[in-house]
């Protein structure tokens, strides 16, 4: 009795001490809808907040500390007076910055296609291999996206496992007819982000996000020359990016969830660098020259 007694304590204790992937907090919002009853809301704002939450993501065990931060912000723009819902939502994931209490944005994104049903007291259930419902594989998708981002900002290209399962649901939810899972469905969706992340010709910039991150950021609390070395190189190893290619879907997400933080960092370089690598960001992301432009 006493060693059950010990199993059922150490296994509940291991349950603290080793989380999940993911600390995401789920806001749901509907201003311009009538009718809807607040406590269905909140029931279905907790059961996505802990779908993401208490789901495996990775392979891999996290430590609490090491959880990824992200916010889902879901306005709610019609109701059929039944189970359907029409729906955009705002999704931000970042990571932490070594020796520092900054965050540096990983995602952020609009999706303007989060459609879904949903019945008062309904289980969020989820399978890779078979489609169950849009909400579960919608949010499944991203979690596995934000991992794979984290993945990639601390080891080179880590997070192609990871993107491999996103494409998988999204394969899968393909047969649902659901907007943004398909290429037809627009040139900013789910579909493109998936492919972006998996096509060869954005490695440059998957590589960047490695070297940016753990060699640059991560270093500037202990060796600032270092650390902008670093910075200074990984920028320009970005320039072999087709300029032509720049203009899809992840590249111009990433760069403007970025171009504020990188016009901070860039900043600090000396005159020259910090000259060279503004010019360059300005090719790179023209939607943001105006702000490295006014930092120069």
């Known amino acids: 009795m006493k060693r059950t007694l010990l199993l ?11 989380a ?9 919002l ?35 500390q090491e959880r990824i931060e992200c916010n889902f912000v879901i306005t709610i723009t019609a109701w059929d007076g039944n ?4 729906a955009e939502a705002q999704i931000q994931s970042s990571r932490p910055v070594f020796g520092s209490s900054y965050n540096s944005t ?5 999706d303007r296609d989060f ?58 939810a393909q047969t649902s007819g659901n907007a943004g899972w398909k290429a037809a469905d627009g040139l900013r969706n789910r579909y493109w982000l998936n492919e972006n992340l998996l096509n060869n010709n954005y490695l440059p910039l998957r590589e960047f996000i490695y070297s940016y991150h753990l060699q640059g950021l991560d270093r500037l609390a202990q060796d600032q020359n270092t650390a902008a070395r670093n910075l200074y190189k990984s920028l320009t190893d970005l320039s072999g990016l087709d ?11 990433f760069f403007s969830g970025k171009s504020d933080e990188f016009a901070n960092i860039f900043s ?15 090719r790179i992301d023209p939607a943001n020259a105006g702000k490295y432009e006014a930092v120069k």
Do not use: H
């Open 83 to 86: 189970s359907g819902y029409q």
């Open 268 to 282: 600090g370089l000396n005159a020259a660098q910090k000259r060279s690598a503004l010019d360059l960001l300005a």
């Open 30 to 64: 509907a201003p311009t809808v009538s009718n809807l009853n607040p406590a269905t809301l909140q029931m279905l704002q907790d059961a996505m907040r802990s779908f993401l939450n208490n789901n495996r993501w990775s392979t891999e065990t996290y430590l609490p």
């Open 115 to 172: 459609n879904f049903t949903y019945t008062e007291g309904q289980p969020l259930d989820f399978s890779e291999q078979t489609f169950l419902n849009n909400l579960s594989s919608t949010l499944a998708f991203y979690a596995f996206t934000i991992v794979g981002l984290d993945k990639d900002s601390f080891s080179a290209l880590a997070g192609t496992p990871s993107f491999a399962r996103a494409q998988q649901v999204m394969n899968v």
């Open 20 to 28: 999940q992937e993911l600390n995401a907090r789920v806001q749901l």
């Open 106 to 110: 990983m995602l952020n994104l609009s």
């Open 8 to 18: 059922i304590l150490l296994c509940c204790f291991l349950n603290q001490a080793y």
């Open 243 to 253: 300029k032509q290619r720049l203009g899809a879907y992840f590249p111009n997400i």
